[in-house]
């Protein structure tokens, strides 16, 4: 079973910047994408970015010019940088890794992210 873990997320200011990270320990040889989602309590969850195994990169509106999604291979991490953060941005981030081989994707537990004064 593959266990992803994010970090990074925090309480921040409006304005301000976070670098989100996600670690599979163990990496998935046939990934094909990874994602970032997020999720505010009671909402559905929403894909915010992903960057497929030939680097194209997506961004969803919401934070399209404010983000920046990029891997580490050599450290089998998947990270998003976000800046100029906005209340609205606040919610629960998650990973997830799309395993085409097996046709199953692994997520992570989440990282919280609140934008607040």
């Known amino acids: 079973q593959v266990q992803l873990v994010e970090s990074g997320g925090g309480l921040v200011q409006p304005g301000g910047s976070l670098r989100l990270s996600c670690t599979a320990p163990?990496?998935?040889?046939?990934?094909?994408?990874r994602d970032w989602y997020r999720q505010v309590v009671g909402k559905q969850r929403q894909w915010v970015s992903g960057?497929?195994?030939?680097?194209?990169?997506n961004y969803a509106e919401s934070l399209k010019g404010r983000s920046a999604i990029s891997i580490n291979t050599a450290k089998d991490t998947l990270y998003l940088q976000m800046h100029s953060l906005k209340p609205e941005d606040t919610a629960m981030y998650f990973c997830r890794l799309f395993d085409c081989s097996a046709g199953v994707g692994y997520w992570g537990q989440g990282t919280q992210v609140t934008v607040s004064s």
């Open positions: 960057i497929a195994i030939d680097g194209a990169e």
């Open positions: 163990g990496s998935i040889a046939t990934v094909c994408k």
